[in-house]
């Protein structure tokens, strides 16, 4: 009978500190020590010391070091274990990839990328990687006769691990990695760093279905408070609440830090004129689609479609749950969504009017650039003014599909709409309702506290322009209406807990 409980232990004196390293894994062969981080590999009875392993990055993640859960592989439930974590670094960003010991004595991994989760076991040989020829992001390849999306290419290196690992990158040399989506939701990560290359393959996962024990107690967890350092720019006083935000702003000059350094590192600040008040405060937390968010960042971001000189604008509320990571919610000019990143990727029909993903088709709304104009908060990404990216927003009824692609990745979100009234309640603003409403896209309808005097002149001159424009249009002179999407735009470097 299957029990949650590794099978098997190995337990040798660390070569360095002599405090006892212990393996639960039979296929990992290598070990970061507890007590003095000394990477070392298993010889016969022996361990063998091969390096100095770097602290890692606080991510608080609810994730640790033996705990314990189930998944269905291969269709039977199987118990595994954390007994590992690496952590790797691209231009995309920071994650982690925990190593599950499973109950055959096998490992898979747990890949973790801002809250959200990916399980992937190796390929076992069924596909045959391409050679590395760094395919551009966001272009469709095919491998083993199926279409999938290239959702990342580029370079990455391993910056710290500990636990048992059964593999060990030099640490911070860089190697080449390919990420590979599909429709279905499928991940398919191929590693260039070993000969041959290794191929793991999965999807994503929500933490609640994995039946996890012994995550990290939040109320037990040794907390230092806020970080807290002096603006560069003026000198008053900045907290930063999440160890894995990579840039926040000042709260008295509004100027935009850039954290990828940390807190120790060389802060660099740009200034920035903040024209706009978010609707919902920073810090204030709601209750959505059943899990607690709180507000940690908030963006105006404006788009512009090619060949029009018009641009339009909208919000984007960065939301942050311990368990499930970051989500955005997106106040448009048609009303609010709540989006958060697809694991797989869609795919497209000829002229990209179409959209199908996870058995569902979505209908282009509309294509555009899109330019972070202001910034408040704290981000998981190092966010900038002036970041570009090109959008896609798709629809299917009150279902949201989104593509964003930037120059090292292309991230695709998924979502709903939200009606403003729920949106004012949940986060306790229900006073405030009226300003949360959004125009919809429909037959005209005056707004509230418009005079009657008012309504008749403005009807008045619809009239007028409407026969001006039948005397000037042909036959075919109709034309169709534009209102952009709510189903937003995922901003920033967010892999979506993609296993890279």
Known sequence: MATDAPQRHYRAPCPSCGAPVEFLSASAPYAV???CRSTVVRSGDQLKRLGRMAELFDDHSPLQLMASGRITLDGREQPFTLVGRLQYKSDAGVWSEWVAALDDGRTATLGEDNGSYVFTQADGGTLAPPQWAKPEVGSTINVAGQ??????????????????????????????????????GEVWSIDYGHAPPQVERGRAVQLADLQLKG??????????????????????PVSVQLDSSKSCTCPSCHSLIDLSSGVGGELKAVEQSVHSTPLIPLGKVATLQGASWQVVGYQRRQGREPGDDESFAWSEYLLYNRERGFAFLVDAEDGWSLVHTATGAPRFDADRKRATYLGSTYQLQSSYEATTTEVLGEFYWPVQRGQKTTNRD???GNNLLSTERSQDEVTTSVGSKLSAQMVAEAFGLAARADAFERASVGP???????????VILILVVLIIVVALMSNCSGPSGGSGGYARSSGGSFGGYSSGGSHK
């Open 394 to 396: 798709y629809a299917n």
């Open 33 to 35: 020590c507890a007590y």
């Open 147 to 184: 279409s999938w999306v290239v959702a990342f290419s580029g370079a990455a290196q391993l910056i710290a691990a500990e636990g048992e690992l059964p593999k060990l990158p030099p640490l911070g040399q860089a190697f080449n990695l390919i990420e590979l989506r599909s429709e279905s």
């Open 444 to 454: 005209f309808v005056a707004a509230k506290g418009m005079g009657c005097a008012t």
């Open 215 to 236: 995550l990290k107690d939040e109320s037990a967890r040794e907390d230092s408070g806020a970080r807290q350092f002096d603006c560069p720019h003026c000198g008053a």
